[in-house]
């Protein structure tokens, strides 16, 4: 089907990608060419075309002369081939369960079993004392399952936008969620008596998440080496952090080979401490650290230092490095050497974040009047997270000089640190940027603002009472955590809220299938959809050979799950000759 020769496309910055998809279905292979990929379901997300433009670093006017020039063209050119190449990808679905599945992690065995565990240690008076590695349990319910399956989720979904090329493989990168949930559900297994069993359970979950681990990090790799235009300095801290994951995955292995040998319940301090820099400053931090220099300054127009950010690239992952040394010997020796690595690396690490936190420019002015029509309530999110970020950096440093200077740490102190890195800043920018990004993927807006609202206020000062009265029980006594056993409770409420607003948000209809609206006629689009929102194409699948659409029921069941191109391919028909009668029967791609 073809428009007049003499209509001329009306697309403009400001139409919603949804709306340029209703109208003009054949402009979709640009939008994927560019990084859509099936973002926002298949009408697209609600997001305005300048705002695509800035994300994707794409020359707005040369994207407006492509997007018409498509549009201008039949939808199915006379050669049968597709405009739209558009079958969704089988892993466009993925973060949805990697999210899901985080969120689970975190309200059972990971923040729930934490609060639950401080405000015990409130009621004694002391900290400690939680027998057969509970909190080691807890920590990796917290490292693995929350942080670690939400980040990795999230980059199976970003990568490929932001890259502009598809995942080498979704079939590997859905059998390393399989694995890193299998490995991390099975370490449970350290709190059981020293067995045969409990020793093949756990080298075998390490196992499992090292193999996880591997899957992620060889899609990464691939994703970066074909989407590569130009070296980018987002690009170094994303490797990076992605090699510093496969040696806290190795150092995770070396956790259960410790725990089986010794036939003990908690892992040796100089074996998991370093693990817990690598994963926490390695792996998440370098990864946030990416993807904020790669989206922030699209999303919150930033003035950012970008030789500054680029430039603190190295000198932290030395830094973070030498700390992790430093800290393995300190811990198992304490020598002069391992002082000046754990103490010159913890402050060049704390020195680096505190930079890279003032050069990304989220304190200051933007660049520019605020956008129309973009949701703005994750910023706090952000700025809130960063300033964390420097605070964590700031008491890191602090503590690494005690080290340097011969002085012992008292362990509240390196716990409040520890609460300012994953709670302050990790939970509360992934909070944030999940608020910003998800509702994108999914086509829909945030189920509830005053939900978010709500999460922001409990996060904040949950996290603000924890590592304040931590830090002040080293000082004067731990009858303090009686009051930051307070904290647990809010932050637990706070990601419950979140997993709510989240979980519904991933649950809505895409606002392109919401009622009032008619999808698009794509091979995207699924079947029970196109026949509720076009009646009158029902015969055309009929006489096409869908014979089983005859049956009611089988329209509203089996047809909800299969699009047009999978029905296609099911039954051995020619899409792009099937497409073209159906836009012939609906008379267009239906309005939006």
Not at 74 to 97: H, I, K, M, Q, T
Not at 458 to 466: H, S
Not at 505 to 524: C, V
């Amino acid at each position: 089907m073809s428009r007049p020769p003499d209509t001329e496309p009306q697309i403009t910055p400001e139409m919603t990608l949804q709306e340029i998809i209703a109208r003009y279905p054949s402009t979709v292979s640009v939008l994927d060419r560019h990084g859509l990929l099936g973002c926002g379901g298949p009408g697209g997300p609600p997001e305005p075309l300048h705002w695509f433009d800035r994300v994707h670093g794409v020359d707005l006017e040369h994207l407006l002369a492509e997007l018409r020039a498509a549009a201008a063209r039949p939808f199915v050119r006379e050669d049968g081939a597709a405009d739209v190449p558009r079958d969704p990808d089988r892993a466009s679905g993925l973060y949805r369960r990697f999210i899901k599945t985080a969120l689970l992690f975190t309200l059972t065995g990971g923040t729930a079993l934490g609060a639950g565990a401080l405000v015990m240690m409130a009621l004694r008076g002391e900290l400690g004392g939680i027998s057969r590695g509970l909190i080691q349990v807890h920590g990796h319910f917290q490292l693995f399952g929350w942080v670690g399956l939400f980040v990795v989720g999230v980059a199976y979904q970003i990568l490929p936008r932001l890259w502009g090329v598809p995942l080498p493989s979704p079939r590997a990168a859905a059998l390393s969620f399989v694995l890193l949930v299998a490995g991390t559900i099975l370490r449970t297994a350290q709190s059981l008596d020293p067995t045969g069993a409990r020793a093949v359970l756990l080298i075998g979950a390490a196992l499992m998440e090292l193999a996880g681990c591997w899957i992620f990090a060889w899609t990464v790799a691939r994703v970066l080496e074909a989407g590569r235009r130009a070296p980018a300095p987002h690009e170094r801290y994303i490797a990076i952090g992605t090699g510093w994951l496969l040696v806290a995955a190795c150092l995770n292995l070396a956790h259960a080979i410790d725990l089986t040998r010794r036939s003990a319940h908690e892992v040796a301090a100089h074996l998991n401490v370093p693990y817990l820099t690598l994963f926490l400053l390695g792996f998440v931090t370098f990864w946030i650290l990416g993807v904020s220099l790669r989206v922030l300054p699209a999303f919150m127009s930033l003035r950012y230092r970008q030789r500054m950010t680029s430039a603190l690239c190295s000198p932290l992952a030395l830094s973070v490095a030498a700390l992790a040394l430093g800290e393995g010997l300190y811990l198992g020796g304490g020598s002069v050497v391992s002082r000046i690595l754990f103490g010159a690396g913890g402050i060049g690490a704390g020195i680096s974040l505190v930079l890279f936190a003032w050069s990304l420019g989220v304190f200051a002015r933007p660049d520019g009047e605020p956008e129309e029509g973009v949701d703005r309530g994750y910023e706090k999110f952000i700025r809130l997270g960063y300033a964390w970020l420097a605070i964590s950096g700031v008491m890191i440093a602090g503590l690494s000089f005690m080290v340097l200077a011969g002085r012992s740490i008292d362990h509240a102190l390196v716990g409040a640190y520890r609460h300012a890195l994953t709670v302050g800043f990790i939970t509360t920018i992934m909070v944030g940027m999940a608020s910003r990004i998800v509702p994108v993927f999914c086509g829909a807006p945030l189920f509830s603002a005053l939900l978010r609202e709500w999460t922001f206020w409990l996060l904040a000062a949950g996290n603000v009472i924890r590592v304040l009265f931590q830090s002040l029980s080293a000082a004067w006594g731990e009858a303090w955590l009686r009051v930051a056993s307070l904290s647990g409770v809010l932050e637990l409420l706070a990601l419950l809220l979140f997993a709510v607003n989240l979980w519904r948000t991933m649950g809505a209809a895409p606002a392109a299938d919401a009622p009032g609206r008619r999808p698009a006629i794509a091979p995207s689009t699924r079947v029970a959809d196109l026949l509720a929102a076009y009646p009158d194409l029902l015969p055309v699948f009929i006489e096409s050979g869908f014979a089983a659409l005859a049956n009611p029921i089988l329209r509203r069941t089996v047809a909800r799950g299969v699009s047009v191109a999978q029905a296609c391919r099911l039954h051995g028909i020619d899409l792009q000759p099937f497409l073209a009668r159906l836009l012939a029967r609906a008379g267009g791609p239906g309005p939006a």
